[in-house]
């Protein structure tokens, strides 16, 4: 019998800190008497803390009651695993309230323009937008592929740089139609394409190749910018020059005949040999 105390209800918890569900379906819960000087209800003291008048779980925290001249602020923290778990927090001035950055949390930007990430992250580059350009810097491993990249600012009129395992400078290509100019890496172990004007030039590719016509895969191929109406320079080792029908010219193994191109008042005939047991033959 509580006599004139109030009867309070205090949750029931299982050891793992869950509520313990009664066969009615609702929490279950064991009546006892709210402190005779207070008239608060206990908490489960195993499972729950006091917020003033009311329980909540341990797992948890209060809400913040700031005084009357201070400002009531949320603070962002995160946890290990990189989850937001911000709180309310007390400051003298709501001023003060602009992203605060709390636990585990690192502050980015400036201003109003400040946010908060977790500390395993880094912020990212912000460039002046009037001076600077923001750059992608790419790093290459010995077999040319991109294995990380970061960010860096230079000046606008300045060309990005290449990152590590790359050439030292950028390479270029112009769009043929805007005369828009665009600046790319390459890894080391590459050079850059040759540009042309493609107005005036084409673009010819050499190959070298085996005494066989397979491509030498050891040697690099060169390109080199001929004027319209030039042959292009078949300069690989073992390669010749060829003429298609459509008066394309270009460069083959030297090994394999250049393929017959006919007059405009001819045709093409294909004469097929045979063996002495009358097989046809290549």
Same mark, same amino acid.
């Given at each position: 019998?509580? $006599?004139?105390?109030?009867?309070? +209800?205090? *949750? ?10 009664? $066969?009615?379906?609702? %929490? ?5 008497? @709210? ?29 913040? /009651? ?58 990212? %580059?912000?460039?002046? @937008?009037?001076? /600077? ?6 790093? *290459? ?12 600012? %230079? ?24 005369? !828009? ?29 085996? %005494? ?15 004027? +319209? ?33 006919? !007059? ?9 040999? *045979?063996?002495?047991?009358? @097989?046809?033959?290549?």
């Amino acid at each position: 019998d509580c $006599g004139s105390t109030s009867i309070c +209800q205090v *949750f029931e918890y299982h050891a793992n800190g869950s509520l313990v569900i009664a $066969g009615s379906g609702d %929490v279950a819960y064991t009546e006892v008497c @709210a402190d005779a000087a207070t008239g608060i209800c206990p908490c489960n003291e195993q499972h729950e803390i006091s917020c003033g008048d009311y329980c909540i779980s341990a797992l948890s925290e209060c809400p913040v /009651q700031c005084g009357e001249q201070e400002a009531t602020c949320w603070e962002e923290s995160f946890d290990e695993q990189g989850m937001s778990i911000g709180k309310d927090v007390c400051r003298p001035i709501a001023e003060d309230c602009v992203r605060l950055c709390g636990a585990n949390a690192l502050p980015c930007g400036q201003g109003a323009d400040l946010y908060c990430l977790p500390s395993s992250m880094t912020c990212p %580059v912000v460039c002046d @937008a009037v001076t /600077q350009q923001l750059c992608i810097v790419e790093n *290459f491993n010995a077999n040319g592929e991109v294995v990380s990249t970061s960010e860096t600012c %230079v000046g606008v009129d300045a060309s990005c740089p290449c990152g590590q395992g790359a050439l030292t400078e950028p390479c270029s290509w112009t769009d043929a139609t805007t005369g !828009l100019v665009e600046q790319y890496c390459v890894p080391e172990s590459e050079t850059c394409p040759t540009q042309c004007d493609m107005t005036t030039n084409k673009i010819c590719v050499s190959f070298n190749y085996e %005494v066989t016509g397979e491509i030498d895969t050891t040697q690099a191929s060169v390109e080199t910018c001929t004027p +319209q109406g030039e042959t292009c320079p078949c300069s690989g080792a073992n390669s010749r020059l060829c003429i298609d029908e459509q008066g394309n010219d270009y460069c083959q193994a030297e090994v394999d005949p250049c393929p017959l191109v006919c !007059l405009s008042t001819e045709q093409l005939c294909v004469a097929q040999n *045979f063996d002495l047991q009358g @097989a046809p033959v290549d």
